[in-house]
């Protein structure tokens, strides 16, 4: 049974990925403002950085520890999760201009919005913490713990990509004249679903280890297809006044996204 300590290093590792989105706030202490061209390129990065992770990562380490029966039905149910979410709250996209006059209720909307799209992430960095404390060739120590190179991995790679849509909260919330120290509060704030999940995951997979390739199945389903439903077509939207819609840009923030993480895959 995991102790106190393994939840406590878990839950540290989703909000290490939390607190990485503060960081797309950042470039507003410096700029005005942030080209299309960049903001393309950024979410292509995220995009990119994602599915090397859920692939390399999740997936591959899914097929290990069982076969690919149950991890296609982690990814089905993944991908499931997130499709009857949007269902739940579609047309209920979040203004970033709510964030600054929330009322009770609508704080509960935005939260159920930012889950949907945080959580999944948290889902992941728990399952890559399934063999904390096992040790062996793929572990690293670290703190007195004996940490599976997926999770840091797969925290390192979450965290860069939550840079992005730090920026993607944090461009609005500008437009808005919101202080740019409040405006890191609110990229955060976006993020916090995450280590909440991660905890949460973790939890599961420690009392079912049988269903561990279930779990790595569905938090790769999950962000594989966040990033086809969600960040491919954000960053097409964003590009829209750009020649050829910003495909070329969101290409190259693909390819280096990919580029970035497939060294540490194999790490």
């Given amino acids: 049974m995991a102790s106190s300590a393994d939840f406590a290093l878990v839950f540290v590792a989703g909000l290490v990925t939390a ?5 797309g706030a950042l470039p507003f202490f410096l700029v005005e403002e942030v080209s299309d061209r960049w903001n393309v390129a950024l979410w292509g990065l995220a995009s990119g950085i994602m599915l090397s992770a859920s692939v390399f990562g999740l997936v591959a380490e899914g097929l290990a520890a069982g076969g690919p029966l149950s991890l296609a039905v982690g990814l089905a149910a993944g991908v499931l999760l997130v499709v009857v979410a949007h269902e739940v709250i579609e047309g209920r996209k979040v203004d970033p201009h709510q964030y600054e006059e929330a009322s009770f209720r609508k704080l509960v909307l935005i939260l159920g919005v930012l889950t949907v799209h945080s959580f999944p992430e948290g889902v992941a960095i728990g399952v890559s913490f399934a063999d904390l404390n096992v040790g062996g060739a793929d572990a690293l120590a670290l703190l007195g713990f004996s940490v599976p190179l997926l999770a840091v991995f797969m925290t390192v790679a979450i965290s860069i990509h939550n840079v992005p849509e730090g920026l993607a909260v944090a461009i609005p919330l ?7 120290w409040r405006m890191v509060w609110w990229a955060v704030f ?8 991660a905890v949460l995951a973790f939890y599961f997979v420690t009392l079912a280890k049988a269903f561990l390739p279930v779990g790595f199945g569905f938090a ?3 962000m594989i297809y ?6 491919i077509p954000e960053a097409i939207d964003v590009g829209v006044t750009l020649p050829r819609r910003g495909v070329p840009e969101l290409v190259v923030g693909v390819a ?3 580029l970035l993480m497939v060294p540490l895959a194999f790490v």
């Fill in 256 to 258: 280096a996204g990919v």
């Fill in 174 to 180: 500008r437009a808005m004249d919101v202080p740019r």
């Fill in 190 to 197: 976006s993020s916090l679903p995450q280590p909440i999940g």
């Fill in 220 to 222: 790769a389903g999950a």
């Fill in 226 to 231: 966040l990033v086809l439903s969600e960040f």
């Fill in 19 to 23: 607190l990485a989105t503060g960081l």
